[in-house]
């Protein structure tokens, strides 16, 4: 209606008010509706575009955390397993996991029971199985507890995907929107194949094919109907459900599944109630144990290469079969009095072939090749020698082999047999310690260090006087790797367990003279000196090692491309009677090398060094006694360092009678303590003697 501009403003025309009575009006004009319903109209609207906006922002949420990439990718358990370079399996950790399975090659009578009990409408939904949402929710309500999952075979392996358990409701939406995107990407076989490969079944075994085998020894292409119904069951709850430690509970869960199959009409009643008990045959996958001393060593090495932890892994190591074999068989022929044994064995370029850390593995997995710090007695002159070699020494040069002072600290030779002047070369054959300590001294202390260091040494190295002689806590692979430094001419030589590519890379030449004079004198050694009980047919280079009191013993050497290093001690670090370096390390290290080389290993010997004079015998040269060796009785080592303070009840032996010592300056008298062995949870454990021990030679 318009409005008059000229009526008063109070008038009833103004105020809208007509005269019924003389005009009845017709029709009802609704005026603007009232403020309050507008407000409630425009809230309506916006808070459905909001829930819709709120929808669509948590669908997106959704979809960029969850894995949809990592979804597509096959799913495999976390393991990690280690083949020998032969390619045998020597140890795995983690989960056992088999060849994945084709469902569309598998019998329908192997597929079905899956189907019957996790979801019988898989071939009809499209990830989420809204029936079977609300049978679940039903059943869970009726019974006042969760007893039905209502998850399709889909989310289950949407649910692999993610690498925790988690069980939240935002979880629950983010295994759905993986549902939907695994079958928009996927078809129903492949998921269904994927599934089957991938869950789990009890025992640490994953898939069908590894449960298959685990359970039955057979192949799941071959799986009767029962069995296939059993394996079906273990998924509801496979650790509580495993037929090797629940067969009863494992058969009722499987007639529950054979039930479900009847009443999917996939079996009749008639054959369900046909159908044998279920048996198993336990033992169709290789035993493969979890550790080893080599496998827990290649291990560390193994975790830090891969940047992927979660799949499953196999690697290819460094370890030998045949080698392996032979170490333990060199061991337990040889006698070892009840102390702990370890070897290691590598090539020139680091690769180890074999290693032995202890007498039983299973009662002390402590690796005493890897994590032991011992004394190394005489092996440690190697760096004394090669020290004063670096300098213009040569193995012709003289040097005295007499008593001698430093401070008030007196070294002494085994059996106090001192020779006068006599050769480098001879010196370090007989392992004479004054000559050792002298040689030190007269080249220094921190080139001794140096040259230890330059070959791989990396312990900390005592400083001392007694330094020579071998005083520091050191582990035998490091000095094997030191030695092989030698053999291969550079340095260092970084023990590997995996193999790798451009190991020289950071590696520096050894000078070929000083090299060749080296060798010289590790072949004195083994020829004519302390570890001739080590000869072999072939040239043989190698240096005995007796610390004080006969707490530990080894043997290092090396023929053609094997370097290979034998400790002998108690984990307690007590003494061992008679014990020495060139008694039981170097029969065992003869027993192995003798069967391990081959004629490709044996390489011709190196040119000897050229040499100012042939190194005349000498005089003073008391005569070399030949002794048999016995572990229990037998003579002390000849060259364990020998302390002589001379200031009261610091000695670690005996204190007797010396010659007349040279005066040289120094530090007050060194205490020489063996290092405590690092602590272990077992004693020492012997190894099965298959003979009678081996009597050898000093």
Do not use: C
């Not at 759905?176 to 089957?196: C, D, H, P, Q, T």
């Not at 092989?484 to 070929?512: F, K």
């Not at 072949?523 to 009191?549: C, I, M, P, W, Y």
């Amino acid at each position: 209606m318009l409005r008059d501009p000229h009526l008063r403003p109070d008038s009833d025309e103004a105020l809208g008010l007509e005269d019924t009575a003389a005009e009845p009006s017709l029709a009802y004009a609704p005026g603007p509706p009232p403020p309050g319903r507008w407000i409630t109209r425009e809230r309506l609207k916006w808070t459905g575009l909001g829930i819709v906006g709120a929808f669509l922002a948590l669908i997106l949420v959704l979809v960029i955390t969850a894995p949809l990439s990592k979804s597509l990718q096959p799913i495999t358990a976390p393991s990690l397993t280690l083949l020998s370079a032969e390619g045998a399996p020597i140890a795995r950790r983690g989960a056992v996991v088999e060849g994945p399975v084709d469902a569309a090659e598998l019998p329908d009578h192997v597929v079905q029971p899956f189907l019957a009990i996790e979801d019988r409408r898989f071939f009809g939904h499209f990830g989420v199985d809204p029936q079977g949402l609300a049978r679940a929710f039903l059943a869970n309500l009726r019974e006042g507890e969760v007893v039905e999952g209502g998850s399709t075979i889909t989310q289950q392996l949407a649910k692999l995907s993610f690498l925790s358990p988690e069980q939240t409701i935002w979880r629950k939406l983010q295994e759905a929107v993986l549902a939907f995107w695994l079958e928009a990407r996927l078809g129903k076989n492949e998921i269904l194949s994927r599934y089957l490969s991938s869950v789990y079944f009890g025992d640490n075994v994953f898939g069908l094919r590894a449960a298959a085998r685990h359970y039955f020894s057979r192949e799941p292409e071959e799986l009767s109907v029962e069995q296939a119904a059993m394996l079906a069951g273990l998924l509801k709850a496979p650790s509580t459900l495993a037929p090797t430690d629940n067969l009863d509970g494992a058969r009722e869960r499987a007639a529950v599944v054979i039930a479900a199959m009847v009443d999917a009409g996939m079996l009749s009643k008639a054959e369900a109630e046909e159908l044998p008990e279920v048996t198993l045959d336990v033992g169709g996958l290789p035993e493969v144990p979890s550790g080893s001393y080599f496998a827990d060593w290649a291990f560390a090495q193994a975790e830090a290469a891969l940047d992927d932890k979660y799949p499953a892994h196999t690697l290819t190591t460094t370890l030998e079969d045949r080698l392996q074999r032979e170490a333990v068989a060199a061991i337990r022929n040889v006698g070892t009095g009840g102390a702990q044994v370890a070897l290691v064995a590598m090539r020139r370029d680091g690769r180890v072939v074999a290693m032995v850390g202890g007498n039983s593995y299973e009662r002390s997995p402590f690796n005493r090749a890897t994590q032991a710090l011992r004394q190394p007695g005489s092996t440690f002159k190697l760096f004394v020698y090669l020290a004063a070699l670096r300098e213009g020494y040569t193995p012709g040069t003289r040097v005295e082999d007499r008593p001698l002072r430093i401070g008030n600290w007196t070294p002494a030779n085994y059996n106090d047999e001192y020779r006068g002047e006599i050769t480098l070369r001879e010196a370090f054959a007989v392992s004479s310690n004054v000559a050792a300590v002298r040689l030190a001294e007269e080249v220094g202390r921190d080139k001794v260090i140096a040259a230890a260091r330059d070959l791989g040494m990396r312990g900390e190295l005592e400083r001392g006087p007694t330094m020579a002689l071998g005083t520091s806590g050191v582990s035998l692979i490091d000095l094997v790797a030191a030695y092989a430094a030698v053999s291969a001419g550079r340095h260092p030589v970084r023990p590997h367990g995996l193999p790798r590519e451009n190991v020289a890379d950071g590696t520096t030449a050894m000078e070929p003279r000083v090299r060749a004079q080296m060798l010289e004198l590790l072949r004195a050694a083994v020829n004519e000196g302390s570890a001739r009980g080590a000869r072999l047919s072939t040239q043989a280079f190698g240096k005995t090692g007796t610390s004080q009191d006969s707490r530990d013993a080894y043997f290092i050497g090396f023929s053609g491309d094997l370097i290979t290093g034998v400790w002998i001690g108690h984990d307690d670090n007590r003494p061992m009677p008679g014990a020495q370096g060139g008694g039981v390390p170097a029969a065992i290290w003869r027993n192995f090398m003798t069967r391990a080389l081959t004629p490709a290993d044996e390489a011709p010997a190196p040119a000897r060094a050229p040499r100012e004079m042939p190194p005349p015998p000498s005089a003073a040269r008391a005569p070399v006694v030949s002794r048999e060796y016995d572990v229990e009785q037998g003579l002390a080592g000849e060259d364990a360092p020998i302390a002589r303070p001379l200031d009261g009840p610091t000695a670690q032996v005996p204190i007797v009678a010396v010659p007349p010592v040279v005066d040289l300056p120094g530090p007050a008298a060194p205490r020489i303590e063996p290092r405590p062995a690092p602590a272990i949870p077992t004693p020492d454990e012997e190894l099965p003697q298959d003979a009678e021990p081996v009597e050898a030679q000093r």
